[in-house]
């Protein structure tokens, strides 16, 4: 059996904090027993909630400090009161002394990027690390990179984002050459603003050993799946995102709102309701709960701020398949074979 | 009674042009009677088709010609081919000489941007013209511009989305003073790029007597409603409405499966199906087709060109709706009545 895996948590991190980190990562270690934690956070508070928690007790160890990053601080303020000293801090600094394998955080995302950026840096020939989601679709999954860091990327990065989501692809979904897509506003080549079009471009005329490049993708694409990876500037992947989610919501609240009109209908809901079950399941956001934050040397996992426990329990969960799929090594490996997009590397 | 409307209508745009067309417009005037339309396409195409709704004959008049734009030809090409001759600007130049009070086309996006552009040039302080499209919400509907047409709009553009929006959303919505929010990926002020963070400190520091201000909204807030007006540049607006069609469509698809996978999954819908019939109207992109070109001095609307025609119809009714708010006259008193934030005017 391969050794244990070691996942530092910024316990304190999220609109909840250990309440919710805590009870996460007991669920995420019954379901994968060789996890050790290390706990960043304020021992009085994380002890009494682990002493209810047995088998997460005897695979965790508290590391105290008393100082936090609030969610709404600034990345620079979070910077400067928190730097060295604070739980978000420490969990990323156990990933850069190899302490841990990998770091997760439901704190506040600018200032988790920041201290990720300042404490792991980022590898060559990377200047911007992204943040990469899982997006469930009709065939399956998806990567969509970025979702909400790089802000105004330039073609040479939406490149490099093309290569990291495609080293993320073939570890996640275990593909060769995963096909990657540049979301854009139409299929043209003449479509889009001009990053875009000269990262299609460049993408088109440099053919890649590590993935197949599949031309413009639109936002329709996202859902159904059409390639492996779906490579965008960070402002409209984080917009698309939000989209997505609140257009899930809003279906599903209409469906409830149609169930309970007449009386018929509910007694269908009766009959039917494993199948909405089902279907509750499968738009769970909760499931696909985890921003993977890439670029940098050493994994570090974004969970959503307002989670329960069962999603972060998913963050845990994806933190610990990056480090089995020894993700960073991957996109380590990708980034330099490839020499005629390096030349446009940033 | 009111005078008719005259509607131009582009008969040969679209994926399937004269046959969506004219059926189209014989649904829609079922449901408005006083429209009169003027048909610009082939003859010997249209001439067929309308025998066979007597209503929409009576009602209609030809406008011969044998020049289309077609579907993928860029709007340069679409300008030098069909300027003057082709059905799409004869379309849009009986909107100039008043001939009509609206067009409509389901033909190539760019290509009738450029031509509504050149032939009806846009209204002072506007250089860009934006499209419009409403957005079914959880409260009903909002405004969201632009969907597509200023990729990379500036600061004061956004502003003047923002004013073309509110009066249209005063004109659709009957709302004195709309709420518009400006798209962003985090309510924070620090957040978001260079031009929406200038254009949210422009709104927020100019107050408008045309609308209210609400700040940032994000991806989530477009099918919760948040506000009557949703503000974007249109690249990421045109991947937002993509990616929530796209979503719509994906959950649709998941529930039909988890009905069919049993048998008393299948007898509940039997019960419900008045409720699935209800959603799935809900739905139907068909009924939110129509994209309201803004910023000229004159009212293009843009239907999908891959609707059907009923779909058409929808995008005829909106045209009907536009001209009988007054549209035109409601933006052009808008624009100069706001002189702080005509200073940022572009």
Chains 1, 2 share one sequence.
Not at 267 to 284: P, Q, T, W
Request: aromatic content about 6%; proline content about 4%; hydrophobic content about 45%.
């Amino acid at each position: 059996m391969a050794a244990p895996i070691t996942i530092a948590l910024d316990a304190m991190g999220g609109d909840f904090g250990a309440s919710v980190v805590v009870p996460g990562a007991a669920i995420a270690l019954e379901r994968r027993p060789d996890i050790r934690f290390i706990l960043h956070g304020d021992e009085n508070v994380i002890a009494p909630l682990l002493a209810k928690h047995p088998a997460l007790k005897a695979a965790s160890e508290i590391r105290h400090t008393d100082v936090f990053v609030k969610m709404d601080d600034k990345p620079s303020q979070a910077l400067r009161a928190g730097r060295y000293k604070s739980s978000m801090w420490q969990a990323i600094e156990a990933v850069k002394t190899g302490e841990a394998h990998v770091a997760v955080s439901a704190g506040n995302t600018g200032a988790l990027m920041a201290m990720s950026m300042f404490c792991l840096k980022t590898m060559a020939p990377i200047d911007r690390p992204a943040i990469a989601g899982i997006w469930p679709t009709l065939r399956g999954e998806s990567i969509v990179l970025d979702i909400g860091a790089t802000i105004g990327a330039d073609a040479g990065q939406l490149v490099n984002l093309a290569l990291m989501g495609a080293a993320l692809a073939r570890a996640v979904f275990d593909i060769e050459r995963p096909s990657v897509g540049l979301l854009n506003v139409g299929v043209e080549e003449i479509k889009g603003n001009e990053a875009v079009k000269e990262a299609g471009r460049l993408l088109r005329e440099n053919e890649s050993r590590q993935f197949t490049y599949h031309g413009f993708v639109e936002g329709d694409d996202l859902g159904k799946g059409t390639v492996d990876v779906v490579v965008t500037e960070g402002f409209a992947g984080n917009i698309a995102l939000k989209a997505a989610e609140g257009t899930a919501r809003q279906v599903a609240s209409y469906l409830r709102a149609a169930i309970s009109r007449s009386f018929m209908a509910r007694i269908g809901y009766l009959f039917a309701r494993g199948a909405f079950a089902a279907l509750k399941e499968k738009l769970d956001p909760r499931r696909s709960n985890g921003g993977i934050f890439l670029g940098l040397n050493g994994i570090v996992i974004k969970s959503h701020g307002g989670t329960d426990a069962y999603g972060f329990a998913a963050a845990v969960e994806l933190a610990y398949d990056m480090s089995r799929f020894g993700l960073i090594d991957r996109i380590r490996d990708t980034l330099p074979q490839t020499p005629a997009l390096d030349t446009v590397a940033v």
